[in-house]
């Protein structure tokens, strides 16, 4: 085809100096990670290139798979992932990835291409059955994430693995690098100045790119951290998990490929739920993960979806109202298995803004247990409520008025684990000391005893989004010097206190969970490891299940967005401190609830807009 355009072809012609295309109408730099192209102009480019921890070397076999084969296999000195397909009749791709960890135990950072086909024939020898391994330039490398601010400049172009790269567990790096060239051919054929038409390339091409990038992300982590999931996770819901890792297979569409896979997982789900509830599965075929009972203490759930927590600013002095009723009492009528009443605040100075509700005031316990009765008589839904302290984003606007934005007058005084305002202009809070802690801790166990009053089947402490408790767990909000300050475990110290406060007031048989924040997405704040830390310390004082969100700690966090994206963190949790998760944050669909449970990555599904559908 190139010949019959007229294309000249030259091959063995290392290309080290671009002075010599100067005079060229378009250059375009198609050569790969380490692209020459893009590492002249990358103040022009500005390129980031995230090299990532694992280990991988690329190498052929003449063993002929028959489909995108995963292999996964444990030695003595770790964890092995193989990535194999077939890429002509009788010769394959197999690409081997581990742990460095588990790669210089083996001595494989000493080995040469020789040796290390060695290794991997003699460790896989029963999967190659007699075959043997082909080698080419196969040296033992690190995936590199590359993205780039632009892909343009002037008459320069990148495309392919020089402007961006998609890990190989999900096969794309040549489909995209196609894809790419045709989306700057057909920018170009519509004329029009070449810069203009480069424009309109990247423009094209960015959005579909980075969607790919995303799901290839989530793809390369679940690799380079299964080791939570393997020997963990039953075959079934293993394979469950890898399958959804990208998010871009799902319990609904992989019924298409295999119509007996999914309700295999479906029938083994169904038997661990009951399992866990003591409680049968209802109906006389077998549900969907997300029609399955689930057990917390004594409080059994006829199915798998909860209510999320949405603050409505409609309480008049902390008390909830009509509106409240209507509102939580049609979600519960609605079908859902567990609705959590909004965020309640145990004192007046606790408020967000003046139209939060509270369970401070015997009216309020009233008005509370009306909401509760209706949910009990009307539907088969429990209902659980929420405790919190605002802390430093307290006496602030209602979420129209300005969202964190200090009322203009009538201010109450703020209390925080540090005398640190949220945003500059905002009020700045007292650092709490020894007599205000055990205030506020009265103050959670006395709307603790209300609840219980007031008929709540389950409890919930906010310990997120940069609120009292959280304050103290943030190492961004909490400079303490005393022994509430420093260590994750001194900035546990009085969330936890707290927790157990409530927890020895509130009923044996009856349920409590968190709400953490377990990533503040900014610098120098909570991370994964520490959300699992903490945690373990949660599920050690009988915290019976965690709500993971994110974010909301500081102003300036930078979030990263999209379908899904905070169930990474409950998966880890749930897996890595040995507790349950409640997921939330752009939870779509019945079809996301069933992949999310199917594959282990939650216990409970947390919705708001998503009940609307």
Known sequence: RCVALGVRLEFQREVGDLAAYADADLLVGADGVNSVVRGRHAGEFQPHVDWRPNKFVWLGTTFPFDAFTFLFKESEHGLWRVHAYRYD????????????????????????????????????????????????????????????????????????????????????????????????????????????????????????????????????????????????????????????????????????????????????????????ACAPVVGARTPPPMFTPFRLREMVLSNRVVVSPMCQYSAEDGTPNDWHLVNLGSRAVGGAALVMAEMTDVSREGRITPGCTGMYRPEHQAAWKRIVDFVHAASAARVALQLAHAGRKGSTRRLWEGMDEPLPDGNWPLVSASALPYFPHSQVPKAMDRSDMD????????????????????LELHMAHGYLLASFISPLTNVRRDEYGGTLENRARYPLEVFDAVRAVWPAAKPMSGKISATHWAEGGFDADDAVGFGRRLREHGCDIITVSTGQTVPDQKPVYGRLYQTRYSDRIRHEADVPTMTVGNIASYDDVNSILSAGRAGLCVLAPGHLY
């Open 439 to 458: 205030t506020v801790r009265e103050q959670f166990v006395r709307a603790a005893r209300m609840a219980e009053q007031a008929g709540f089947d389950m």
């Open 89 to 276: 009749a009788s010769t394959s791709t197999f690409i081997l990835e581990t742990t460095e960890p588990t790669w210089r135990r083996a001595g494989l950072d000493q080995a040469d291409e020789d040796r290390t086909l060695a290794f991997v024939e003699r460790l896989f020898a029963d999967e190659l059955r007699g075959h043997r391994l082909l080698k080419n330039r196969s040296l033992w490398r690190s995936f590199p994430t590359v993205k780039n601010a632009a892909w343009h400049h002037k008459n320069i172009v990148l495309l392919g693995d020089a402007a961006h790269t998609a890990h190989f567990s999900i096969g794309s790096g040549t489909k995209l690098a196609i894809e790419d060239a045709i989306a700057l051919a057909r920018a170009l054929q519509r004329g029009g100045e070449v810069e203009k038409a480069l424009a309109d390339y990247e423009e094209d091409r960015r959005p579909e790119v980075e969607r790919l990038q995303r799901a290839a992300q989530v793809s390369l982590a679940w690799f380079e951290e299964m080791e939570r999931y393997h020997g963990r996770l039953e075959p079934i819901q293993f394979a469950m998990s890898l399958l959804t890792r990208g998010l871009r297979a799902t319990h609904e569409n992989l019924k298409t490929p295999d119509s007996g896979f999914v309700p295999e997982v479906d029938r083994w789900f169904a038997g661990r739920a009951e399992l866990q």
